[in-house]
Each structure stands twice: as structure tokens, then as C-alpha cells.
């Protein structure tokens, strides 16, 4: 009896726990990926944060064993940063931060791992199958000066040093260890 | 105990008499008696009647569309349940004439919390759909553990001469908007829940629902609009009761466990409308069943309720009206399922809501679409 209210009844139900079994799974996703982003991404600036660059560091590795190829890595400081926070206040200092990541994503490729290492501190992780010397270089002068540009009223600038791997280090340590150094001698010759 | 059940030929004043002298002969005088009338009948003419021709004061009288007398579905007819004691066991009569007045809900909370030892059967009116209401609103209130003590139906009726007839007459009096209580003493009893639906799917939460009627589910979504999906190729759209296959399951807050069901009564474009309440905040699942799932349950039910007072003397069974529809021309295998495990006398209503206690004993639930059963036997 009503075998046929009862099979369209089932379908429907069939329907309806589908469809609500696809909302609750997307919604499920976006949370992931929410969660996930804010695990691995610096809250104020929106770029990456030093426990992705550490995991993305280890499989970078492991992939330059396997190929061909470089690791560029650039170490970041901006220069005078310490005077807007003295003299604006924080919420200035952290507008600059946010305006210096906008920089830095207009400026590198979309998969290029942009890090706020730390205060004031950048780091940029290529990966790449070749390396030009001049046109890291070309790039690295051109986001200095879109920075002096930008943030000319507080004489915001950037001194940077960067490494390659495997040609100048043969793991992660090194390679920051490296392009801090030469950061770090870059922004000692600017303040002579 | 001894017991027995009696059915009149028709709805007669003739026929009350054929039933006095079927009970004089075959059961002799008795302690109580419990009638189930057709909503048919005037329930003063009869209450009336009953007192002169049965010539007794201990009795009432409820309305029911149809009954049962062991296997025997009956319509149109009056049954009694004679009940004899032969220990210690005696009844005790509780009644609420109006359960909207504003001390009700303390004087039933304090008749069962002050009365924990006995056993409770409950006949209620359909109070203009607000009987769950207040079933689940003193179930908060009883101060016992387990709840394994009570159980009832609100009888089933129908509309003649303009009044919605779901009575009860007690103590002369009928009871129009309000409940009776039988309370048992010195009897072992257990009462068990058949519900046999099975729930699928995800768990939907309420969101919006205000006393019978659900609005909204999860981040606002239009319950109305989404059950009426579920008509979706149906040739009568209009015909809700194809909904009864598919009622809501309630689930308990604390361990998902199926607490009660809730089933359709009319659709709006607002708000669907249940034969019972809901609560903001509730969690349910959809659900389906056959009539063979609700018969495979009821005979889990009935050989767990052997398991705990085998040999009973007395059975009663309250089964919902729309879980007859689902049941089908199978109706009377629900029944039969009961009386074959039971052996024993068995008085069953089909009722427009049930109340009993939930499967942890923890709370009394009002029930849509459920069978409760209860066995007895003198102590």
C-alpha cells in the first residue's frame, strides 16, 4: 500500500540529506581553511609566518635533493621602522606594516613565500630553476624605492641580504644565517 | 489481579446494559472500571448511564476513536476493563479539571512527586494542543529517579456538535481541558516505548519554534519551506499525512540518544505546525520507517517488558493514530505482537499523543507516532 508516497518520500529525504550533507561538508572546508590560515599566517599583515616558512623550508629541501634548481632566500629589515612607533604611535606602525606587505605582494609572484619574521623583519623564499644575480638585484632596488616612495613622511626604508641554496648553503640555518649577515652589512654601509 | 475486557455491540444506552450483565456474568463484581467510549457518545448521558446501570462510583470514562480489546480493534463501540484485586493492590484517583489554571502545574508536580511508589496512569484531554506542553513542563519539576512510573495517552476524538470531544469523566465530573490520573499501589509494573523510526542523515537544529510550531532550522532556513520539498511528486500535496512516514526525531542534548518524535499536523508558509512542542535549540534528524520497522520494535519492546514482570495480570498499549497510518492494513499485527508476548488481558487506545518516560528513564517525554505499552501484575 502507498508504495509510491513512500519511495518519492525517500527520494526526496535522499535529496535533502545530500544537500545538506554538501552545505555542511563546504562549510566544514572553509573552516579548515580558515583555521588553517590563521595557523599559518601573521595576523596584522596577512604574509606568512616563521612556523609556515619553517615547514615550507623542510619540503623546499627535500625537493632541491631530488632536482634541479635554487633556493633564494631574502632577509628584509626596514630602516627607521623604531621612529614611527616612537613618534606616530603603534596603530602608525602597524598601517606601515600593513602597507609594506602590500609592497612586498605587488612586488613578488604569487607563490613566493612572503614572511613577517618578525617585528620589523621580512623574509622572502624563492624557489626557482634558475638564479640571476642582476635581476634579484633590479627587483630588490625597485621595492626599496617603491618603499621610500610610499612611505616617504616617515623615512621608512629597507636594507636587504640574501643567499642561495645550494650554492652558498646547503640547508635552512645557513641560508638566514647568511642573508641576515649581509643584510645586516648592507644597513651598516646606508647609515655611513 | 484479575482482569478482563468487554466490548457493547453498539453506542447505546441498550447496549451499556448487554455489557453490565456480560461483566456480572463472566467477571462478577469489581474494584475499578475503566471505559473507553466513542467520541460519538455524550460523555454526561453516558457517564450518567454507566452510574445507574453499573450501579458504582468507582470508574471513569475517557473518549477514544478506537480501541482495542486484546486483538479486537473496535470503533463505534464502549469497552471496560474490569479490574479485581485479590492482594493488596488498590487504585487511587487524581484528576486536573483545567490544565491552563494557573496552580495546576504545582498541584500535579506535588501529586506525583509526593506519590513516587505508585504507578501512574495518565488520560488527558487535547487541551487546544497544549497537553505536551505541560507534560514536558512538570517533567522538569519531579524531584525522583528513575521516571519509570507513569505513562498515558491523550484520547483521541473528533468534533460533534461544534466541541472537539477528547474527555474524560471522573468523579462526576467530565474533564474537558484537563487530565485524570489512575494511580496503582502495591503492583509491579514496567512501561517500555516502541518507536521503530529510524533516524538518517545530519543533525538540523532549531533555531525558531514556538510551542507546535517550527519556523526556522540552522542559520535561519525556512523549515516550512524545506518539508514541503519532501512533498515534492506527490499527487495530494495538500495530504500531510504522507509526512507521517517521515517524522522528526528528537534527540537528547547530552547523548544524541532518540528521544522523542514529532510529526506534521499542517504546513504554512511561515511555519510547519507538530501534534506536540518543540524547543529553540532542540537538535533533530529526519526518519523513515515501514510498517515492518514498527512491528519489528514493538516486538523488542514487548519481549523486554516480559523480560522485566513475566506472567503479567494487566496490559495496557497507547499507540498513536498517525502510527496507524504508517502501520497501514498491518494495524492489528501491532496488537497481536503484544497480545501474543503478553498472555494476558490487554486494553489498548489509539491516542493523539503519548506520554512516558524516555528511554534513560530520565525525563517524561510526550510522544507523536510511538506505541508505549505497560504490563502489570499484583504484588
Known sequence: ?192 | MISAVFTSQNLSRVSLVDLEHEVASKFGEADYLMFAIHPNADMQEYSAAIRDIFQTEKFMAFHVLDHFNNNQIKEEVISVCAIKFEKNASINEFYIEDISSKESLQKVTDYFNNNSNKFHFILAGVCDGQMGSFVETFSTKLNYSPIDNIVGGVSSGMEVDGEFRTYQFIDNKIIKNGLVVLSFSNMDTHVDVSLGFKPYGITYEITKAEGNRLYNIDDGKNFSYMIKKMLSGIDDKNDVRSLWYAPLTILSEEDGYMLTLRTVQKISDRYAEFFAPLNNGDHFKLSFATYEDLIEEDEKTAKRLIGKVPNPELSFNFSCIARQYVLEDKQSQEIQTYVDNFNTTLFGFFTFGEIGPDKMFKRLKFYNETSLAVVMREK
Open chain 1, 1 to 192: 500500500m502507498r508504495d509510491k508516497i513512500k519511495i518519492k518520500i525517500l527520494k526526496n529525504m535522499l535529496e535533502e540529506v545530500t544537500k545538506k550533507y554538501d552545505y555542511f561538508i563546504s562549510l566544514q572546508n572553509e573552516k579548515m581553511k580558515e583555521t588553517f590560515n590563521l595557523a599559518i599566517r601573521d595576523r596584522l599583515t596577512g604574509l606568512y609566518n616563521r612556523q609556515f616558512l619553517d615547514e615550507h623550508a623542510k619540503q623546499a629541501f627535500g625537493r632541491l635533493q631530488r632536482h634541479d634548481g635554487n633556493i633564494i632566500l631574502i632577509f628584509i629589515d626596514l630602516d627607521n621602522f623604531k621612529y614611527v612607533n616612537d613618534s606616530f604611535g603603534h596603530a602608525k606602525g602597524d598601517e606601515v606594516l600593513k602597507k609594506v606587505a602590500d609592497i612586498f605582494t605587488h612586488t613578488f609572484r604569487s607563490y613566493d613565500i612572503i614572511v613577517r619574521y618578525g617585528g620589523d623583519e621580512f623574509v622572502v623564499l624563492i624557489e626557482d630553476d634558475k638564479y640571476d644575480k642582476d635581476d634579484i638585484e633590479n627587483i630588490l632596488k625597485n621595492f626599496v624605492k617603491k618603499i621610500e616612495h610610499t612611505l616617504g613622511e616617515f623615512r621608512i626604508s629597507a636594507s636587504y641580504g640574501y643567499g642561495v641554496a645550494p650554492l652558498e648553503a646547503k640547508n635552512m640555518e645557513k641560508l638566514i644565517e647568511l642573508a641576515d649577515e649581509r643584510m645586516y652589512i648592507q644597513k651598516q654601509n646606508r647609515k655611513r
